[in-house]
């Protein structure tokens, strides 16, 4: 099937300046992100912005979010043993005081919350480091630390989707880049790439609807503004050890 989907090749806005609509220019594909999420803030609970990953390393899941959905901010870490069934993890909410902020455009600041015994951080700089520490419910201490490459010349889909005028969302999917890094949880440590086997990392940002803001790596927002960020993380054959008292 053949379609006529216009690829951007200069930075665009994706809103008009007000905010209100989307921007016409802003239509179509890029093959790195390209948009900003130019949307003025108030957006009654209707724009989201989020940078999400989710890091799959053999029998091991880990996933994190870094969000501010309009009303309120949300940060995360979840982790599940798919051999034992254990999950564990930290969620933490925020007011919306500017405590979780992602900016108009993607990878442009670093995405960090240091809140409620949840620490995490998202930063780009030839590439993508995710750094948490957090503690478990029961008490024990946690952390991940996982790299993600980017490749020289690595191309990424970046589309806006456009319900109509005032309701869109812009997303950026990026394929097929090496994730290194270990999950710690008390006495437990699962190392992630490296001898333990290839790890690969699916990144998805999003843009918003009508008047939105979107920042990290996605975002997504009916109108009113607001900004999003979106990404996954998949890694294979995670290894899971004993950590000693050095690594733990």
């Known amino acids: 099937m053949t379609t006529n989907e216009r690829e951007l090749t200069e930075p665009v806005d994706l809103c008009t300046p007000g905010g209100e609509r989307l921007n016409p220019a802003a239509r179509g594909w890029s093959r790195r992100p390209l948009h900003r999420a130019n949307l003025p803030g ?12 989710a890091v799959l390393g ?10 501010d959905i309009d009303l309120l901010g949300l940060a995360d870490v979840y982790w599940a043993d798919l051999t034992t069934g254990a999950s564990g993890g930290r969620a933490i909410v925020t007011a919306r005081d500017g405590t979780i902020h992602l900016p108009e455009v993607l990878s442009s600041a670093p995405l960090v919350v240091d809140h409620d015994l949840l620490a995490l951080s998202i930063i780009d700089d030839e590439g993508t480091r995710l750094r948490a520490a957090w503690t478990e419910a029961d008490g024990r201490a946690s952390r991940l630390d996982v790299t993600v490459e ?34 710690v949880v008390g006495d437990c440590r699962w190392e992630i790439g490296g001898a333990a086997g290839d790890a690969w990392v699916c990144s998805t940002p999003a843009a918003a609807v009508g008047r939105t803001t979107s920042g990290g790596t996605g975002a997504a927002v009916r109108a009113g503004p607001g900004r999003t960020s979106l990404g996954c993380s998949s890694a294979r054959n995670g290894r899971k050890e004993r950590a000693s008292p050095r690594t733990a």
């Not at 108030?42 to 990953?53: C, I, P, Q, S």
């Not at 053999?58 to 969000?67: E, Y």
């Not at 969302?169 to 290194?180: I, W």
Request: overall charge negative; aromatic content about 12%.
């Open 42 to 53: 108030g957006g009654a609970g209707r724009n989201k912005r989020w940078d999400y990953w």
């Open 58 to 67: 053999g029998d091991i899941v880990v996933s994190s979010v870094f969000s």
């Open 150 to 183: 980017l490749p020289a010349g690595h191309e990424s889909l970046n589309v806006v989707i456009p319900w109509s005028d005032e309701e869109f969302n812009f997303t950026s999917k990026h394929q097929a880049r090496v994730a290194r890094g270990e999950l």
